[in-house]
């Protein structure tokens, strides 16, 4: 039995009806649902916001330990606040280094700091690049450093490349500017992500 024309025409403004209002809803759910892109963003700035952290708790602590180049300190501080700085300007798995405007600085000096420490990091602590390494042969005899005992016998010696003494307190300006202005973006998204969203009632991963 056919149905009555007017009844068809209801049933079709009511299939229109629901499916616009699901639409809707999709629509408003894919405005306030949090993305995959902001939660890489917020991930990334916690983790440099981390790492600089690290670099600047290292420096502080070679400041108060470290006081001649020869400290047996020196190089592993020195090392430890290189690759902790770096770490989120270089390839990170799976969501790559920070975005390019972090690697800008409006102070000229701290602009040339920071690209040394990615210079240093890239051709002397995280690798062994011969502009930096070289490697000696000390004949029997003979010494690298004037006024020390001669060598017995025939040795060999590697020369490196440090920072100097007076970039330190420089290095931790640069961690405090660095790392004051990644906490201020991490919690601004943060709260704009998180702030008015109903959570579960224990800690969980962010990705």
């Given amino acids: 039995m056919c149905l009555p024309s007017h009844d068809s025409g209801k049933e079709l403004e009511g299939e229109q009806f629901l499916r616009i209002s699901m639409d809707l809803k999709a629509f408003i759910a894919m405005k306030i649902d949090i993305t995959q892109v902001d939660k890489i963003t917020l991930y990334k700035l916690a983790v440099a916001h981390n790492d600089v952290t690290e670099a600047l708790f290292t420096t502080q602590l ?79 005899g003979t010494s690298t450093i004037p006024g020390i005992p001669k060598n017995k016998d025939i040795a060999i010696t590697v020369s490196t490349r440090k920072i100097a003494l007076a970039m330190f307190p420089k290095i931790e300006k640069l961690c405090f500017d660095l790392g004051a202005r990644l906490d201020r973006e991490m919690f601004t998204l943060l709260d704009k992500l998180f702030g008015d969203k109903d959570l579960p009632p224990e800690p969980f991963d962010l990705l």
């Fill in 62 to 140: 070679f400041l108060k330990t470290v006081s001649v180049i020869a400290d047996q300190n020196f190089q592993p501080l020195q090392d430890a606040i290189v690759i902790a700085y770096s770490r989120p300007f270089r390839k990170n798995r799976p969501y790559g280094r920070l975005d390019e405007k972090w690697n800008k600085f409006s102070d000229p000096w701290m602009q040339g700091l920071h690209e040394k420490l990615l210079e240093t990091r890239d051709t002397l602590i995280a690798h062994s690049d011969r502009l930096h390494r070289n490697v000696q042969i000390i004949p029997k």
